[in-house]
């Protein structure tokens, strides 16, 4: 019996790559009839905050929300459900604390190919970093750096 997923994470950083790693993710909830969340982590810069960051952080959020949004146009238009977060902090520890809040049984994400010369480069990626320390199925899209 095939796996069925029911609610897929897809951490989004706005780069070109995401629009294949978002074909991919309607064609897979198309066909499971499942729950897709669009998520965006802005990094923090360190791990204090202030007033000056917080605020600088406030002023990326509606830029991501609007391409958040832009994204999610497809899976409405599908009538599939679709839910859009903005999270502030590192990336990696967010993405998979969130996994395990939501109940997330797939996160499909992208990373660059390695580059066997300097395969560190590639491995440090968040992607990787997602599919090593997530207990969820990770689905890895490698794509050009």
Do not use: W
Request: charged residues 25%.
């Amino acid at each position: 019996m095939p796996l069925r997923f029911q609610h897929v994470l897809v951490p989004l950083d706005f780069t070109e790559a995401n629009a294949d790693l978002l074909t991919v993710v309607f064609d897979m909830a198309s066909d499971n009839r499942a729950r897709v969340t669009l998520l965006h982590v802005i990094e923090a810069i360190g791990d204090e905050s202030d007033d000056e960051l917080d605020e600088f952080y406030a002023s990326l959020e509606p830029e991501a929300r609007q391409k958040l949004a832009t994204a999610a146009h497809r899976f409405v238009d599908a009538g599939l459900a679709v839910d859009q977060q903005v999270l502030i902090g590192r990336r990696m520890p967010m993405i998979v604390e969130f996994a395990v809040e939501r109940e997330v049984d797939l996160i499909v994400i992208g990373s660059p190919r390695l580059d066997l010369a300097n395969p560190q480069a590639g491995i440090s990626s968040v992607g990787y970093q997602v599919s090593m320390f997530c207990q969820c199925p990770v689905l890895l899209l490698k794509h050009d750096g």
